[in-house]
């Protein structure tokens, strides 16, 4: 072998070992794998929140007129309906940029 063929070999082998380094590195946190925990945090806190208020404004209706708790269980249903709307449009705000994303990226990068 000539001295030349043996340093073609060898920079074939240094490539070869740093792309098995390249692929053996772990890859960094990128925000997409934090968005879905914000989400779901997000959704639980209106659903939590429209309780809340619905809470609140019931009982607050009943302590003024003084009533039964008929304003309360009222309006904490109503809370938990307006909680879950809101969770809906919330998902579907994230579901309308998903697709706008898929529809922007090119077609190589889809698979």
């Given at each position: ?25 772990p890859e960094p946190h990128s925000g997409a794998t934090y ?77």
């Open positions: 072998m000539s001295d030349e063929d043996q340093k073609q070999r060898l920079a074939q082998l240094e490539a070869r070992i740093a792309k098995a380094r390249k692929a053996g590195e968005s879905q925990g914000e989400l779901a945090w997000r959704m639980v806190i209106e659903l939590v929140a429209g309780l809340l208020i619905g809470f609140g404004m019931g009982y607050g209706l009943d302590w003024l007129l003084g009533t039964l708790p008929i304003f309360l269980v009222l309006f904490t249903l109503l809370g938990l309906a307006a909680g879950v709307k809101t969770m809906l449009r919330s998902a579907q705000e994230v579901e309308k940029k998903r697709l706008a994303a898929e529809a922007a990226a090119p077609e190589d990068e889809r698979d």
